[in-house]
């Protein structure tokens, strides 16, 4: 079998909640579109629109990279499930795309291949132990030792579902009291009616409301900060990183909650607090699935 790099462009997918975001490497990423995601819409049906949006392109794909959000089984390339994209379950997205395509396709969770994209461009350091934790509709989570991901036996890093309250709210992953339920985009909005703010008000608005000196928006970040700063917490007890990156939407609003979350962090262990965000990128997802499978499917190793 040839190599794909003759035979076309090694493209990037970033499946998320609401967009998808494709592209190829050619000097460089190359985004050539972003599509509506419609989480009622079967995945048959999202892939060919994917399929039909690529093959548009004239770029025939040599290897395809997806990102998607949910829990991954990446040797298989299934997605086992995601709470934002309930018709997906057990659902084999690299059979059904290299079917479409008649390329290889490799498959992993969101949050990973947003790291390798970070990685490349050095905004993760290459050696020592890392976190990434990107905040958006839920928690998603990647452990980077020494530039490479650790996956455990399949799905480590799945930090949005570590239990922060015992018999707390239920999450759609099946069991209560999840890190995301806590400290994710329904959540905030859930602390802001709390505070007396409109019910389901959107994250980007409560953000805009605290920034204006909204009391209840500013509190509502306050509490999200503290439910953040308690997983944190619990991440440096179990890894003791070096540090932890923040990306995901809602960490655009890291200045609202990062003081009330070192706060909390500080009184529930002594290691030192190193938490940055990433820069916000709606290219790196689908970059780093694009580098991901040069990684794998780039010269020697292909048909391996
Ligand atoms: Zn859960």
Same mark, same amino acid.
């Given at each position: 079998?040839?190599?794909?790099?003759?035979?076309?462009?090694?493209?990037?997918?970033?499946?998320?909640?609401?967009?998808?975001?494709?592209?190829?490497?050619?000097?460089?990423?190359?985004?050539?579109?972003?599509?509506?995601?419609?989480?009622?819409?079967?995945?048959?049906?999202?892939?060919?629109?994917?399929?039909?949006?690529?093959?548009?392109?004239?770029?025939?794909?040599?290897?395809?990279?997806?990102?998607?959000?949910?829990?991954?089984?990446?040797?298989?390339?299934?997605?086992?499930?995601?709470?934002?994209?309930?018709?997906?379950?057990? +659902?084999?997205?690299?059979?059904?795309?290299?079917?479409?395509?008649?390329?290889?396709?490799?498959?992993?969770?969101?949050?990973?291949?947003?790291?390798?994209?970070?990685?490349?461009?050095?905004?993760?350091?290459?050696?020592?132990?890392?976190?990434?934790?990107?905040?958006?509709?839920?928690? &998603?989570?990647?452990?980077?030792?020494?530039?490479?991901?650790?996956?455990?036996?399949?799905?480590?890093?799945?930090?949005?579902?570590?239990?922060?309250?015992? +018999?707390?709210?239920?999450?759609?992953?099946?069991?209560?009291?999840?890190?995301?339920?806590?400290?994710?985009?329904?959540?905030?909005?859930? +602390?802001?009616?709390?505070?007396?703010?409109?019910?389901?008000?959107?994250?980007?608005?409560?953000?805009?409301?605290?920034?204006?000196?909204?009391?209840?928006?500013?509190?509502?970040?306050?509490?999200?900060?503290?439910?953040?700063?308690?997983?944190?917490?619990?991440?440096?007890?179990?890894?003791?990183?070096?540090?932890?990156?923040?990306?995901?939407?809602?960490?655009?609003?890291?200045?609202?909650?990062?003081?009330?979350?070192?706060?909390?962090?500080?009184?529930?262990?002594? +290691?030192?607090?190193?938490?940055?965000?990433?820069?916000?990128?709606?290219?790196? &997802?689908?970059?780093?699935?694009?580098?991901?499978?040069?990684?794998?499917?780039?010269?020697?190793?292909?048909?391996?």
């Amino acid at each position: 079998m040839s190599n794909p790099r003759d035979r076309g462009a090694f493209w990037g997918v970033d499946i998320g909640g609401t967009t998808i975001v494709i592209g190829f490497l050619e000097n460089g990423f190359r985004r050539v579109a972003t599509m509506d995601m419609d989480i009622r819409e079967s995945p048959e049906r999202t892939l060919e629109r994917l399929s039909e949006a690529m093959e548009g392109t004239g770029t025939p794909a040599g290897a395809v990279g997806v990102g998607i959000a949910g829990l991954v089984d990446a040797g298989r390339g299934i997605l086992v499930s995601s709470p934002n994209l309930p018709e997906w379950r057990d +659902y084999n997205v690299r059979e059904r795309l290299s079917l479409l395509l008649r390329c290889p396709v490799i498959v992993d969770n969101d949050c990973n291949v947003f790291a390798i994209g970070a990685l490349s461009r050095g905004l993760i350091p290459g050696s020592g132990l890392w976190l990434m934790v990107t905040l958006g509709t839920g928690i &998603g989570g990647t452990i980077i030792l020494d530039g490479r991901i650790v996956y455990g036996t399949g799905f480590a890093g799945e930090f949005g579902h570590m239990t922060v309250e015992a +018999y707390g709210r239920e999450c759609p992953c099946g069991s209560r009291g999840c890190w995301e339920r806590y400290a994710a985009a329904g959540a905030l909005s859930r +602390y802001y009616s709390e505070f007396g703010g409109e019910e389901g008000t959107r994250p980007v608005v409560i953000a805009e409301r605290a920034a204006a000196g909204d009391v209840n928006a500013s509190s509502a970040f306050t509490r999200f900060g503290e439910w953040l700063g308690i997983g944190l917490a619990n991440l440096y007890h179990c890894l003791n990183p070096e540090g932890v990156f923040l990306a995901g939407g809602l960490s655009g609003s890291a200045d609202l909650f990062l003081p009330s979350a070192r706060k909390e962090f500080s009184s529930r262990c002594g +290691y030192e607090w190193n938490v940055m965000q990433l820069p916000a990128s709606s290219t790196a &997802g689908a970059e780093g699935a694009a580098l991901m499978a040069v990684r794998r499917f780039d010269g020697a190793e292909e048909g391996a």
